[in-house]
């Protein structure tokens, strides 16, 4: 996903393509005025998740236990899905999948 930087006059023009844009292919538009980066257009979807981004790293708590994570993925120490919920990621056990076929 490339980054596109437009004057905000084409973007005023091209407003109704640009948002369509934005929503379906997950696009990012940098707006300048006067040469200068001014404001960005995304989908509403980005903005959230950038939010929640944003949320999350603002928590030491949340952010040590990533780490903690992520040092026990390096140390080759890990859990699968169903290991930690009892389940497989289709709602099945494996023993009902094997059962199954």
């Keep these: 996903m490339a980054t596109r930087t437009l004057p905000i006059s084409d973007a005023r023009e091209q407003l109704t393509i640009l948002v369509e844009r934005v929503a379906r292919l997950r696009s990012q538009y940098i707006i300048t005025r006067?040469?200068?980066?001014?404001?960005?257009?995304?989908?509403?979807?980005?903005?959230?998740?950038?939010?929640?981004?944003?949320?999350?790293?603002?928590?030491?708590?949340?952010?040590?236990?990533?780490r903690e994570g992520l040092a026990e993925l390096q140390r080759g120490r890990s859990v699968t899905f169903e290991e930690t919920f009892g389940e497989a990621l289709n709602g099945r056990t494996a023993t009902a999948t094997a059962k199954a076929r």
């Design 34 to 66: 006067k040469g200068e980066p001014n404001a960005v257009l995304m989908s509403h979807a980005e903005y959230e998740s950038w939010l929640e981004t944003l949320d999350l790293l603002q928590d030491a708590d949340e952010v040590a236990g990533i």
